[in-house]
């Protein structure tokens, strides 16, 4: 079993997806001595001002508007498990089994680091679910971004003390039951562990971060599949030459010629047609560089950024041992994130855009001398004419996810609360997008494949033959129509287990 260990400090986005996707038993998680050390400092902190009884927000005080009700020593405990309850107000389907992970790790990741006063029971008790692989039954929809994901982490800190539900082997089930069979106990919560558990962005970042991930992938994905679709049509090399795009040095774009340099070499059909008379290709071609190299570019703000809230403190308010300070902050809005995962959301979507472009463009025999929507014996049969019909409806779809959630505020908590940064939002959408990506760039596979088995008996590149030849395993050569979403699937399911991506770079290396 392999160990990681967390201190608040040196999370990234790799290690958050490796943990939410592993195997149970296949990691165990703890807590840094360092981080043990300074929680202890900052919970004994916590615990002095609450025996003085000086009104401390969040620690002895209401919350939000109410936050000027001082609470009494003998109800602070009581005070937080309210607290927890009366926020569980989530509604929808949960978050799935990875996301609720990430968002574990995260959580506990942010208490690490022990500026929060929490005690340590209860981060260890996160790190308990995490290494039995407990999943939290956590709503996805009900958080406005700021005073962070209150509803959805509230749902995971109730199962923390016992109660709500949770799966564990693929089943859900009251917590109190898993507990008792794990033999485990609840935890009982303290002066501010409540409020520490809930304030903070941790789902929105969680979430974020693991469709980076998926994104990073998509990237090379998209590359590939216009090298392939290159190669289909007898499309030109020439505007992937670098010296076009060192005159206007963006670093995806340069990344991009780099990819296609390494994608499409040594190609018979790139050499059948050197002396065509076709003078330039359609933009949704020409302009891969610049298009795909932009969408890249969104990616990178969008990592830089998730990076840094990964390892930042985002709960309220903050203890201050050195300083014997508690300060009220905002840590917890979600602004950045929001605006970050918006704006990946766009370069995903426009990914989507110019695929469905380049499928089209399979489908027209004016533009690309094969028979109309690839099949032979057009008019009896339809070929794949609905199936750029699919793309284009998809390619709508995410004009609407596209509409950015993070310029939108809806006040809350009678006005105290009254600029929200609807990151939970942003994120929930992205994802979306992401897997809207995945069905078009298994429409544009399912295309380009048929097209390259109309170039036979001329062999593409090394790296896009292995591609056809993994995908024509079990997707056939058109010849009478045939149901078309069976190949859409089989394709969707050789991105999503990462086959395509794995097949290609055992040519190239991995591609940037």
């Known amino acids: 079993m392999k160990k990681i260990i967390i201190d608040g400090k040196g999370l990234k986005i790799e290690d ?12 165990v998680v703890h807590l840094a001595d360092n981080a043990i050390s300074l929680m202890e400092k900052s919970r004994a902190y916590v615990l002095e001002i609450v025996k003085k009884e000086n009104a401390v927000y969040g620690i002895n005080t209401g919350f939000g508007a109410l936050s000027s009700k001082h609470i009494p020593l003998k109800d602070l405990s009581q005070l937080q498990l309210n607290l927890i309850r009366s926020h569980c107000t989530g509604v929808g389907a949960p978050f799935n089994r990875e996301n609720t992970r990430a968002i574990m790790l995260l959580r506990a990741n942010c208490l690490a680091s022990g500026f929060s006063g929490v005690s340590i029971d ?31 982490l509230s749902h995971l ?39 520490a558990l ?50 206007k040095p963006h670093q995806g774009q340069l990344d991009v010629c780099d990819n296609f340099k390494t994608l499409i070499y040594d190609s018979e059909i790139m050499g059948s047609h050197k002396t065509c008379n076709r003078v330039q290709d359609a933009y949704s071609l020409r302009c891969i560089p610049q298009v795909h190299g932009a969408c890249r570019q969104t990616l990178a703000h969008t990592w830089e950024v998730v990076s840094t809230e990964l390892n930042s403190v985002t709960d309220n308010p903050l203890i201050f041992t050195e300083r014997q300070e508690v300060l ?55 070929g794949l004419m609905i199936a750029q019909v699919t793309a284009a409806a998809l390619v709508s779809e995410n004009k609407i996810y596209c509409h950015p959630a993070s310029i939108d505020s809806v006040p809350t908590s009678t006005d105290k609360e009254d600029h929200v940064s609807m990151g939970v939002t942003a994120a929930r959408k992205l994802l979306l997008v992401i897997d809207n990506l995945k069905h ?53 399911q050789l991105i999503n287990n990462n086959m395509i991506l794995n097949t290609v770079e055992k040519v190239t290396g991995e591609l940037k």
């Open 440 to 492: 078009v760039l298994s429409i544009e596979f399912l295309c380009n494949t048929q097209a390259l088995y109309l170039q036979k008996p001329l062999k593409s590149s090394p790296p896009i033959e292995q591609l056809h030849a993994l995908i024509a395993k079990d997707v056939k050569e058109i010849g009478e129509d045939r149901v078309f979403a069976d190949d859409m699937n089989h394709i969707y």
């Open 122 to 152: 209860v981060v260890k008790q996160i790190l308990n679910y995490l290494n039995h692989d407990i999943i939290p039954f956590i709503p996805e929809k009900g958080s406005v971004g700021a005073s962070g994901d209150l509803a959805p």
């Open 328 to 382: 009220s902050g905002g840590n917890f809005h979600g602004q950045a994130i929001a605006f970050a995962l918006d704006y990946l959301c766009m370069g995903i979507a426009e990914l989507c855009n110019i695929s469905e472009r380049r499928i089209e463009k399979m489908m027209n025999p004016i533009f690309s001398d094969l028979p109309a929507f690839l099949t032979k014996n057009s008019g009896l049969n339809s």
């Open 16 to 27: 958050l997806y490796i943990i939410s996707h592993a195997k149970k038993d296949e990691f």
């Open 157 to 195: 800190a109730l199962t923390l003390i016992g109660e709500g539900k949770v799966f564990y082997e693929g089943k859900l089930s009251p917590t109190a039951d898993i507990l008792k069979k794990l033999n485990l106990r609840p935890c009982s919560l303290g002066p501010k562990d409540g409020l």
């Open 198 to 247: 809930i304030n903070g962005t941790s789902v929105m970042t969680a979430v974020g971060a693991l469709a980076c991930f998926e994104a990073k992938k998509l990237m090379s994905l998209a590359d590939i599949a216009g090298a392939a679709t290159l190669e289909g049509i007898k499309g030109s090399l020439s505007p992937f030459a670098k010296q076009i795009s060192e005159l």
